[in-house]
């Protein structure tokens, strides 16, 4: 059975902390995906990669940055918390060259709140 | 970056009901996928739709994507408790999905 996942399911942080969410992924999956979910928004993509080292920018990477050392496993990196970064994270995987034509498999998501 | 509109935003119908949930752009996708997020868990993928004018069925459920591959369409016949989510389209564009805005749907017994 396909899993993906997540370090956490909640996290409280405070305004300035430096802020680590990883996940990983036991499908041998080349891509992977960090998002943010908010109310009435969708889930607006973050950053993604499509292999080992390698990362891309989604569509709100200000303020996020990316690690990916091992195929298994996407960290999302908070280098100092802002209170508007308080979100549901989802994180996912799927394989394929061209990513968007493939299910994606998403994580259970971390809900952080930064005070 | 291009939007995928969903409406309506909530739903709130008796068992029973039938429903029918719309995503719009005004983008091309070559292909456009429906997902159902149920709480405390990430999406799960429902169908996928390909081609212009394309119709899927899942049971009670029935898919439709446009002619032009901009907009698409969930309809749900008979709704049953078990159908309570949050409903997403998503239109691929080559290395990524595009989300919509998501529709949440309540089902009463």
């Known amino acids: 059975d396909v899993k993906v996942t997540q370090s956490s399911r909640y996290l409280v942080k405070r305004t300035g902390e430096k802020v680590f969410l990883e996940c990983v992924q036991d499908m041998d999956h080349e891509n992977m995906f960090w998002y943010r979910q908010d109310p009435g928004l969708g889930l607006r993509l973050i950053y993604f990669?499509?292999?080992?080292?390698?990362?891309e920018k989604g569509d709100i990477p200000e303020g996020y940055s990316v690690s990916r050392e091992k195929k298994e496993r996407f960290s999302l990196i908070l280098e100092s918390a802002s209170t508007n970064q308080t979100s549901m994270y989802l994180c996912a995987s799927s394989w394929g060259f061209l990513a968007g034509y493939n299910e994606q498999f998403f994580g259970p998501g971390t809900r952080l709140t930064v005070l | 970056t291009q939007l995928l509109e969903q409406s309506p935003q909530f739903l709130s119908i008796q068992e029973g009901e039938n429903l029918t949930v719309y995503c719009n752009s005004s983008s091309v996708f070559s292909s456009l996928q429906w997902y159902r997020q149920e709480p405390g868990e990430g999406p799960v993928l429902l169908v996928t739709v390909v081609t212009g004018g394309e119709v899927k069925k899942l049971k009670r459920l029935t898919f439709q994507f446009g002619d032009a591959r901009k907009d698409s369409s969930l309809h749900i016949t008979a709704a049953q408790p078990g159908d309570t989510g949050l409903y997403l389209c998503a239109g691929a564009k080559s290395d990524k999905l595009i989300f919509g805005t998501g529709t949440r749907l309540q089902v009463f017994p």
């Open positions: 990669s499509y292999d080992v080292k390698m990362k």
